[in-house]
């Protein structure tokens, strides 16, 4: 019955109004199948109402749910960045590498077309919180670039975490935590307002790639820098935001490599910014 369920309906039993509509919305929906068509199956297409479908009514809420599935596929493809700079200062790291990273990739974002916003998490200044909340909602995607200090994100970064994403939980970033009243103990975490917005973590680290992904070497055990970096996966997770790959730049004070890393981190850019 799946197979045959669109050739159930002849299109003289459609009354001309519903014909005249889904002639309307055809170019809208024959997009939207054409990018959405290899990632769902059979059964996922009943979430769109046309499953069974049986009557020149379920046409024409199809079309329509088709129209508002393509404006959601066009808002991915949004040119508007933030980049947070998240290093903090020491005196034997003052943040240069984390600004020359934030600055080769406003240079090759700007250059393809982007429109890039900066926010910086260190120098004594603060933030706006309300500013900053804006910033999140104008984005299309966040580049979150610091170093890895003790194996997390560096203390002024997650100050400014607290300030800006605490605030955002009243419906900005999130409603709340997602979970309901009905079933307070199911679905922690799904209360995000930011679907369709992307993320990317990108980071310098002294420690050298080979530490990592090799369960004999003896700090991380075989994780990866993504396995490190999940509290923060999860704070964008949180927002119903979605991934990009993370890059990471590895043994920035001991051996360094920057110019290549530096282009690898501009063929990182190519590929998930075109």
């Given at each position: ?23 309307v ?31 020149h ?54 250059s ?32 979150l ?58 980071l ?19 994780k990866?820098?993504?396995d ?47």
């Open positions: 019955m799946k197979a045959r369920a669109f050739s159930l309906i002849r299109p003289s039993r459609i009354p001309r109004a519903s014909r005249q509509a889904a002639l919305g055809g170019a809208a929906a024959l997009s939207f199948f054409a990018t959405t068509l290899p990632a769902v199956s059979r059964t996922g297409f009943a979430g769109l109402g046309l499953r069974g479908v049986r009557s009514a379920r046409v024409f809420q199809a079309v329509g749910k088709s129209r508002r599935g393509l404006a959601a596929t066009s808002a991915l493809m949004g040119k508007k960045v933030l980049i947070i700079n998240g290093a903090q200062s020491y005196p034997f790291a003052p943040g240069s590498l984390t600004q020359s990273f934030v600055e080769l990739a406003t240079d090759e974002l700007t393809r077309g982007y429109e890039v916003k900066h926010t910086k998490t260190d120098g004594g200044e603060g933030w706006d919180v309300d500013e900053e909340l804006k910033k999140h909602q104008w984005a299309d995607a966040v580049i670039q610091h170093p890895l200090n003790w194996m997390g994100v560096p203390w002024s970064l997650k100050k400014y975490q607290d300030d800006v994403y605490t605030a955002g939980m009243s419906g900005i970033l999130c409603q709340n935590d997602g979970r309901t009243r009905e079933n307070p103990k199911k679905n922690y975490g799904t209360g995000g307002t930011l679907p369709g917005k992307k993320y990317m973590i990108s310098t680290s002294n420690a050298p790639a080979e530490s990592f992904n090799d369960e004999s070497e003896y700090l991380f055990e075989g990866s820098v993504d490190l970096m999940m509290p923060t996966h999860c704070n964008f997770k949180f927002f119903a935001m979605e991934a990009l790959p993370t890059f990471s730049s590895h043994d920035v004070m001991k051996n360094p490599e920057i110019e290549s890393d530096f282009a690898r981190f501009k063929e990182h850019l190519a590929k998930h910014f075109p």
